[in-house]
């Protein structure tokens, strides 16, 4: 059934030769239907496709897995055989290691103790030679302060008996302790 509908807003009334008539054609189910059908054809074609190009390469990678693994395995079972040897090595360096640990582990601590024993006492030690010091620091720097004198007369001493060993027997005149004097 064909059914024309002249618009409100004052189109043509009249068809000349030549013009197109829009129409619109209601689809049936079974066209629906159909393309949908085309549609999904098309896209399982491309899936399908697709899919033996995964199996390709997926067949590919897996035969040159197998060949890696092949051409490994040699190498592989060399190394876990050296890994073994390894091992069995360092059990029996274990074994005769262990038993002495614990001696050396006792006497490591002991050592520990004797030290910390040892560095108690320097530190007893040094806080009370720096008692002492500060007790005696003016008998200490009076000392100092003689020692240039005492070297001195030291000096002359040495210097009177080796010219004259028989002074140690009559004495020896001390030299007079100019302190503006230059020691000879």
């Known amino acids: 059934m064909i ?3 002249v ?4 189109g043509r009334a009249t068809v000349e030769p ?3 008539i829009g129409s ?5 189910a079974m066209d629906v239907l159909g393309r949908l059908a085309t549609d999904l054809t098309g896209e399982l074609q491309l899936a399908i496709r697709d899919t033996r190009a995964m199996m ?3 067949t590919r990678s897996a035969a040159e897995a197998e060949r890696l693994v092949t ?3 040699p190498r592989v079972e060399e190394a876990l055989d050296q890994l ?3 091992l069995e090595r360092t059990d029996r360096m274990l074994a005769d290691v262990g038993p002495r640990v614990a001696p050396l582990s006792d006497s490591l601590m002991a050592i520990l103790a004797d030290t910390r024993r040892t560095l108690r006492q320097v530190n007893d030690l040094a806080q009370t030679a720096d008692a002492l010091a500060g007790e005696n620091r003016a008998a200490i720097s009076e000392t100092i ?3 240039p004198n005492s070297s001195v007369l030291l000096e002359h001493f040495a210097d009177q008996v080796s010219r004259r060993p028989t002074r140690l027997l009559t004495g020896v005149e001390p030299p007079s302790l100019d302190t503006n004097r230059k020691r000879p």
């Open 3 to 5: 059914q024309l509908i």
């Open 18 to 20: 030549g013009d197109t």
């Open 56 to 58: 390709r390469q997926a």
């Open 7 to 10: 618009p409100e807003n004052g």
């Open 145 to 147: 302060q003689h020692l």
């Open 24 to 28: 619109e054609r209601r689809q049936g």
């Open 71 to 73: 051409a490994s395995t």
């Open 84 to 86: 073994a040897q390894s």
